[in-house]
């Protein structure tokens, strides 16, 4: 039994529209239970919790630059003579591939507008991906039950780098195409299939003609469409989870305390779209990215000083210059060339110790509780330390791909450029995570410090006896409620099981429970905070 | 905080739902209880009128600037034409005002949304209950019941010839369209390739790119000649092939080459040619230093001395360039003696092989 | 035949009638008059020019004895602290002193770029005095300066020859042991070219068999095409490429949006 939703006698003309079409649609759609459902959600609001939008805000931004430029881009690699605008290119031989995107530049309104809002929306979306992750890793967010959602994030986020580094590679212009090159040595590296490898991936020898047409079909078509794919079950997944938040006064874990979608998550959200494609508009009207017109076209012969690929591909590109010479291994007359497979061998493990550290974690602690409360970093030293060490880790690799320009900036040699991030690639990390460790617990000293004592308020005060103390002024409940409120683990104590033995499994569970928490602070209690209170005034 | 304290008077709706082992977590009690939420702040706009009036405009105002940088975007895309006489100029001018425009007309729209919700919108935080991710007992009894009715009436379980056989069909199904893509390579054996190039017995070394001929008395002391072989043009896979036959020639003083026995006469009076192609990954090693007789690849920072086999001397390569042996025909102008030795290029499994 | 009167030997001449020698003596006089007056002028132009050039080559001796001599030795022979000058021409002596690499701070294989230490006349009198002592590269004539060649045959010979370590677009880059191919930015023709004929430091040599005179016209058009115009992209970041991109969209693009998001997200007041 459908009605006509009631109306009101006295009404605009715009509301009386408005519920005739709201009407039409929910007779057709039951639109109104997704509305009742969704439209007044709680999200929480935190600005740490927007990062994820910017990045699905600049995919957004690079699917609609993309299609435009898709329109006017000639995926060939079909010798052509260049006769566009471009002087000093006038005449030159090469892909039609490179000469559609000269035009693109130099010979369509908005062209060169459009490739570098493309470009610099790529070089944000991987960007804001990777601190989204750090975000979502520090606070603990990918506990039970978000595991799944942080590896679907993790492919997410190769898949991005793979659209981006098929992307840049399409115009076949000088430096990408170094780039392939590079690909293509790598490929050949591999043992027993390798050279077969680089044929089918180029459709026979380097550089072939089939290279770009084939990376625009994955650019365009399959890597979009398993990414939006994946994007959209990760959305599902925050939809259905709900969103974790701080601890904080009247949050917890059985609540989600924010600001409804109508209005006013959707108009800061939606505002928030808006302004990232404003910020990516204003950059790339701006400031040049991938100026392909110096660059000229590929040929294997020309080479620039300065050849590094985009960002997100510099973690590999650095470990490529950092692995030592002389490594090829000639083991019964075949080569295998551990200078090159050193690289593609560890980091896909560093890559896997990032996709699987929900699942670690969840085995050290054994906690299969749900947890929408997030971690500060610091109430979580052992993790916060490692996520440093990471991040040491990537960046050291990530800075030896510009070896030669730190050196030039810099006055150094590239020698000891290198030289030096070798020895960082392996120092760096334990001291990264010594050093935030011990930080980690010492701000939870402190906290427990204020929690008990309250914070120093400046004022001296001359007690009868002529004592001087200074006053601490105790935080109100709410305040301390922050301090107090985290999850504290102890280590494992090993347990015969049933059978009466102690397994390996639990003997390394154990050793890992004991290295993640056998330093920590214990949260303050009500009867620590009673006993302070008697001492003092 | 410990998981089972301290939550509001709608009780503990995710460990009820879901009582999980919490591991290795201390749930000691520390006996303190959530505050609840604090008292909500009123902001200048919910307290006068006039800010809240004030506000409004704003919003509309970012709103208008917004309209105005839509419209001057179209206006500018008329205005600043890319011209014949400075076309550089032109696109700069261009792609200068149409993204400030564009930009502005969405700055215009975000600005003016979110200073609506925060200075206007209500700002009070509201509250809702989670439910435990896990289904209810009965929800996940039904499930199990939909699963166990359709086994039944279907006999999956029962059925094992039926099971394995259809787990068999559907695993092979995709294979077929794996197989396809074998195409994507050539029907060719790739090896053969890599260990030729066009340089053959007395063809002439030429200037990249214009084609012309290299005498030998044209290379002086110091100088680097980036070589390509004659007839490279006239092929038909010049790409393919200038990637394996560039070379680099230089001269350096007779007294300052070491050549083993072997390579003695690889060499024409000083003049050194070696494959321009990087043995690490494939880059062009391109920069040559004419007092320390260097040769030093941009991409990885593989060092190669040149008066010494062109051996590695810093960085991730593995192996010297491989040596084209070169002389000089009737006329003085320089010529291979051969095809490179080796394979040129980065390493690959069966390289050593014949 | 009767005994005549002994004539004296062709002395006198019978009046009325001119001498048979005489058109050869007014030949000669005409000859040797004009001959003279040519020679004595220009004698006294070529004792001017040829005065002005030793002036200028003694002026570059004595610049030369005071600012050189120490690294390069009195005859230009070369000492431990620098190389011989015999035979680099006066397109070194114009590059080297007229970029102010010269008089190097050290010894060392990287001379770079400083302050101009000399006037343009006293480096021409420092590029005529070693030009004098043995020849080499002179400066180049103007026509290959004027920048008004191929600039798209320059690009393709720049790319080939010049960008793996100046970069495409001459931004510079890193060679081996600290040393480092400059940026070519702002550099004048002359000096390029005499850069490229020359080859400073371990800069290869280009020479004229190598990359002929158009050839490097053709570069220097390019070049300048470069500096003549900016990049139409806008701000170029120093093109040096991804790195700088990269650190910008990280720094700036990031930390913008960060800050925006912490803006959206705070309490209004």
């Known amino acids: 039994m459908t009605t006509e939703a009631p109306q009101k006698p006295t009404q605009s003309g715009g509301m009386r529209f408005t519920n005739a079409a709201a009407n039409y649609i929910d007779e057709r759609t039951s639109i109104s239970g997704l509305v009742k459902e969704v439209g007044r959600k709680i999200f929480p609001d935190h600005w740490s919790f927007m990062l994820g939008e910017v990045a699905l805000y600049s995919f957004v931004v690079i699917l609609l630059s993309g299609t435009f430029l898709t329109f006017f881009f000639e995926p060939s690699m079909t010798e052509v003579h260049y006769e566009g605008s471009y002087v000093p290119l006038k005449g030159i031989e090469m892909s039609a591939a490179y000469a559609s995107s000269l035009d693109i530049t130099f010979d369509i309104r908005g062209g060169l507008l459009m490739r570098q809002v493309h470009h610099w929306a790529a070089l944000l979306f991987i960007a804001s991906i990777g601190l989204h992750m750090l975000r979502i890793f520090f606070t603990g967010a990918f506990r039970k039950p978000r595991e799944l959602n942080w590896f679907i994030g993790f492919v997410l986020f190769i898949l991005a780098m793979a659209e981006g580094f098929t992307g840049y590679s399409l115009p076949d212009d000088l430096l990408s195409g170094n780039g392939l090159r590079i690909i293509d040595g790598m490929v050949k590296a591999i043992p027993v299939a390798g050279t077969w490898v680089s044929y089918l991936l180029f459709g026979g020898e380097f550089p072939g003609t089939e290279v770009v047409p084939r990376f625009f079909t994955v650019h365009i078509l399959l890597l979009p469409a398993i990414l939006i794919a994946a994007l959209g079950v990760h959305l599902l997944l925050l939809v259905i989870n709900k969103h974790t938040q701080f601890a904080g006064p009247g949050r917890t874990n059985d609540n989600v305390v924010g600001v409804p979608v109508m209005p006013v998550f959707a108009a800061k959200a939606g505002g928030f779209f808006f302004i990232v494609f404003g910020v990516i508009m204003l950059i790339s009207a701006t400031f040049t990215i991938n100026p392909i017109w110096n660059y000229g076209p590929y040929d294997p012969s020309p080479v620039s000083a300065g050849t590094q690929p985009d960002w997100y591909i510099g973690f590999a590109d650095g470990a490529l210059r950092l692995a030592p010479p002389h490594l090829d291994w000639i083991i019964g007359g075949y080569t295998i060339p551990m200078g090159i497979l050193l690289p593609l061998v560890v980091l896909p493990l560093f890559l896997a110790a990032v996709a699987f550290y929900p699942f670690i974690e969840a085995w050290i602690t054994g906690d299969k509780r749900e947890h929408h409360i997030l971690d500060r970093p610091r109430n979580a030293p052992t993790r916060t330390a490692i996520g440093a060490a990471g991040v040491t880790f990537y960046a050291v690799l990530w800075a030896a791909a510009s070896s030669d320009l730190i050196a030039t900036h810099f006055k150094l040699t590239i020698e000891g450029v290198i030289h030096g991030c070798q020895a960082l690639l392996f120092v760096g990390p334990v001291v990264a995570y010594l050093v935030t460790k011990r930080v980690c617990i010492g701000l939870m000293k402190k906290d427990r410090e204020i929690a008990l004592h309250g914070f120093e308020s400046g004022r001296i005060v001359r007690l009868p006896g002529g004592e001087y103390i200074e006053v601490h002024e105790q935080l109100s409940e709410h305040e301390r409620w922050r301090l107090t409120s985290f999850t504290d683990y102890k280590p494992l104590m090993i347990r015969p099981n049933a059978q009466g033995k102690i397994t390996v499994n639990q003997r390394l569970r154990a050793v890992a429970s004991k290295w993640f928490f056998e330093d920590r602070i214990a949260p303050v209690t009500k009867a620590e905070i009673e006993q302070s209170h008697g001492d003092h005034h | ?354 | 035949m009767a005994n005549k009167v002994e004539r004296p030997a062709r002395t006198t001449r019978a009046r009325g009638r001119r001498h048979p020698l005489a058109s050869i003596a007014l030949i000669a006089i005409g000859l040797l008059s004009t001959g003279g007056v040519y020679a004595l002028a220009t004698t006294s132009a070529a004792a001017e020019s040829t005065a002005a050039i030793e002036a200028q080559v003694d002026e570059g001796q004595k610049l030369f004895a005071a600012n050189c001599a120490t690294c390069h030795g009195m005859n230009l022979q070369g000492t431990s602290e620098g190389p011989s000058l015999i035979g680099v021409g006066a397109a070194s002596v114009d590059f080297q002193v007229g970029t102010g690499r010269m008089p190097a701070a050290a010894t060392g294989p990287q001379a770079e770029v400083k302050p101009v230490q000399f006037t343009e006349e006293q480096t021409a009198a420092l590029a005529a005095y070693v030009a004098s002592i043995a020849p080499g590269p002179a400066i180049p004539n103007d026509k290959y300066l004027q920048a008004d060649g191929d600039a798209a045959a320059g690009a393709e010979l720049f790319r080939i020859n010049c960008a793996m370590c100046h970069n495409v677009a001459g931004a510079g880059g890193a060679l081996t042991e600290g040393k480092y191919a400059p940026s070519l930015k702002g550099v004048t023709e002359a000096h390029i070219y005499e850069a490229m004929i020359t080859g400073p430091q371990n800069m290869p040599v280009f020479g004229d068999n190598n990359l002929s005179p158009d050839d490097k016209a053709n570069i220097i058009t390019y070049l300048k095409f470069l500096d003549d115009n900016p990049s139409p992209g806008g701000f170029d970041l120093g093109n040096l490429g991804p790195v700088s991109e990269g650190l910008f969209i990280w720094i700036f693009g990031l930390g913008a949006i960060v800050a925006i998001t912490v803006w959206l997200t705070a309490r209004s007041n």
């Open chain 2, 1 to 354: 905080m410990a998981d089972d304290h301290g939550s509001t008077a709608a009780g503990t709706a995710v460990a009820k739902v879901a009582p999980a082992s919490a591991g290795t977590a201390a749930i000691d009690d520390t006996g303190l209880v959530n505050p609840g939420e604090p008292e909500h702040r009123l902001r200048v706009t919910d307290l006068d009128p006039k800010k809240e009036r004030l506000a409004e405009r704003r919003v509309s105002g970012f709103f208008f600037l917004s309209i105005i940088g839509s419209i001057l975007a179209v206006v500018f895309y008329v205005l600043f034409p890319i011209t014949e006489e400075a076309p550089v100029e032109s696109v700069r001018i261009s792609t200068l005002s149409l993204g400030l425009a564009i930009a502005l007309g969405l700055l215009g729209i975000g600005i003016g949304a979110v200073h609506w919700a925060k200075a206007l919108m209500s700002d009070v935080e509201l509250t809702e209950m989670r439910h435990g991710t896990r289904g209810t007992e009965a929800t996940r009894e039904k499930a199990a019941a939909v699963f166990t009715l359709g086994n039944k009436e279907s006999g999956f379980t029962r059925r094992a010839l039926v099971r394995n056989s259809l787990i068999g069909a559907v695993a092979l199904t995709p294979i077929p369209a794996v197989v396809l893509f074998r195409d994507l390579a050539p029907a060719a054996e790739p090896n053969d390739l890599l260990r030729h190039t066009l340089w053959k017995k007395d063809v002439r070394l030429t200037r990249d790119p214009s084609g012309t001929p290299i005498k030998a008395s044209d290379v002086t002391y110091g100088s680097a000649f980036h070589v390509i072989p004659e007839g490279l043009e006239e092929s038909e896979h010049y790409l393919e092939e200038k990637a394996k036959a560039a070379v680099l020639v230089m001269r350096l003083r007779p007294e300052d080459l070491i050549e083993s026995e072997e390579k003695k006469d690889w060499s024409y009076d000083g003049i050194v040619a070696y494959s321009k192609i990087c043995t690490h990954v494939g880059c062009p090693v391109a920069l040559y230093e004419q007092q320390t007789h260097h040769l030093l690849c941009p991409c990885h920072q593989s060092q190669f001395d040149v008066s010494d086999g062109a051996r590695v001397i810093f960085g991730p390569a593995s192996r010297p360039l491989p040596q084209l042996p070169i002389a000089i025909d009737s006329e003085g102008y320089l010529i291979a003696q051969s095809d490179f030795r080796e394979p040129v290029g980065p390493s690959f499994w069966d390289r050593e092989k014949n």
